[in-house]
Nanobody, 122 residues
Framework: QLQASGGGLVQAGGSLRLSCVVS????????MGWFRQAPGKEREFVAA????????YYSDSVKGRWTISRDNSKNTVYLQMNNLKPEDTAVYYC?????????????????WGQGTQVTVSS
C-alpha cells in the first residue's frame, strides 16, 4: 500500500513537500516514482529514484526546481517542490516499480498510491 500526502494550495513561487509512505512491501528493493495528472491530460512522469537512492531522474519541466529523495528506514519517498508554477497544478501520484533499472513510464510501475492534489495559484 502506498499513501501519498502533503498536497495543498500554494501561491506561485512557493514550495510543498510531498511524502509517500509504503507499507506491506520491501520498500528498499523498489524504484520509486512520482507522476502527475492534470485535468484532461494524461498522467506524466515527474521524478524517480533508484532503490538505493543513488540515482535520481527528473522530467525537463521540473529539473532544477524539485528534488526526489527517500528514507529507506522510514519506508518513505519525498518530493520537494520549490518555485511552484500554476502549470504544476495536478494530482500527484507516487508509484513503486520492481525493476533493476529506473523506469519513467506509467506502464512500468507496479503499484500506485491514491494521489494528492497540488494547486498552484498565480
Amino acid at each position: 500500500q502506498l499513501q501519498a500526502s502533503g498536497g495543498g494550495l500554494v501561491q506561485a513561487g512557493g514550495s510543498l513537500r510531498l511524502s509517500c509512505v509504503v507499507s506491506g512491501r520491501t520498500f528498499s528493493s523498489y524504484v520509486m516514482g512520482w507522476f502527475r495528472q492534470a485535468p484532461g491530460k494524461e498522467r506524466e512522469f515527474v521524478a524517480a529514484i533508484s532503490a538505493s537512492g543513488g540515482g535520481t531522474y527528473y522530467s525537463d519541466s521540473v529539473k532544477g526546481r524539485w528534488t526526489i529523495s527517500r528514507d529507506n528506514s522510514k519506508n518513505t519517498v519525498y518530493l520537494q517542490m520549490n518555485n511552484l508554477k500554476p502549470e504544476d497544478t495536478a494530482v500527484y501520484y507516487c508509484a513503486a516499480a520492481d525493476r533493476k533499472w529506473v523506469p519513467t513510464t506509467t506502464l512500468t510501475y507496479d503499484y500506485w498510491g491514491q494521489g494528492t492534489q497540488v494547486t498552484v495559484s498565480s
